[in-house]
């Protein structure tokens, strides 16, 4: 019997599935090759990446003040609050970043020119628009991409980065969710890494913005303070048992 492969994106795959043995846990869509994105999530991918130059135009408009959604994430004010121009502006920069990188591998991939430090010193719309046609030009050769190293910035520094075309697909593609989500054109869902308090299935996720905590699992709302009082009633009873 062969062996059933999934969509690179688990429980985040456009056509996921939920596990017959365990409802509470998402899966992603079977694909033939044991490595890749099924094909709704590669035309999402596409369309990701087409969407980079007005993702970006879309941030700065949402900085200005003047893009409705974002208007009314912040009550209204003339002036964005400077941790949400903040976020903004980091994640253009980080879009702008992300977009070079994967696309000066798939350029030498290729055999097109790249040009790094020539790409530092252009507008941002260009080259992005660029980035985007070599990325839509080349998406196979992106994604079977194996071995990219790349710099990135964590933790205050930069950092040698050895990854491949499956991770890059997962960046871009939440880069563009959470571009939308910060334009006022979709909500911005956080999943929250501690377990359930009730069914411990890691799948409480939150509402930017809100104070409730559910549990794509069991349904189970929280507020802030009764997730924070269970989860410490399950951390004490995981070190009585461990004791």
């Known amino acids: 019997m062969n062996e059933l492969h999934r969509c690179h994106r688990g429980p985040r795959c456009a056509q996921h599935e939920t596990d017959p043995h365990h409802p509470g846990i998402k899966r992603g869509a079977p694909i033939n090759p044991a490595e890749g994105l099924c094909d709704a999530c590669t035309r999402h991918l596409r369309q990701a990446i087409v969407d980079m130059p007005r993702d970006y135009l879309d941030l700065e408009t949402a900085i200005t003040g003047t893009c409705d959604g974002l208007r009314q994430l912040v009550a209204g004010t003339p002036e964005l609050p400077v941790p949400i121009s903040l976020t903004i502006a980091a994640l253009q920069?980080?879009?702008?970043?992300?977009?070079?990188?994967?696309?000066?591998?798939?350029?030498?991939?290729?055999?097109?020119?790249?040009d790094t430090q020539a790409a530092q010193r252009s507008r941002p719309g260009r080259v992005l628009e660029r980035a985007k046609r070599v990325l839509t030009g080349g998406l196979s050769a992106f994604l079977a991409l194996r071995g990219a190293v790349h710099t990135g910035w964590s933790y205050g520094e930069w950092i040698t980065l050895d990854r491949d075309g499956l991770d890059g697909a997962l960046v871009l593609l939440d880069l563009h969710h959470r571009a939308r989500a910060l334009t006022g054109q979709t909500r911005l869902i956080e999943q929250v890494p501690t377990p359930c308090p009730r069914c411990e299935q890691q799948a409480l996720q939150r509402v930017n913005g809100s104070d409730t905590f559910t549990c794509a699992a069991c349904g189970r709302p929280y507020s802030w303070d009764e997730y924070r009082k269970l989860c410490t009633l399950l951390a004490d009873r995981r070190e009585g048992a461990a004791a």
């Not at 920069?93 to 790249?114: N, R, T």
């Open 93 to 114: 920069a980080e879009l702008l970043h992300e977009a070079q990188c994967w696309a000066e591998s798939v350029a030498d991939v290729l055999g097109i020119d790249w």
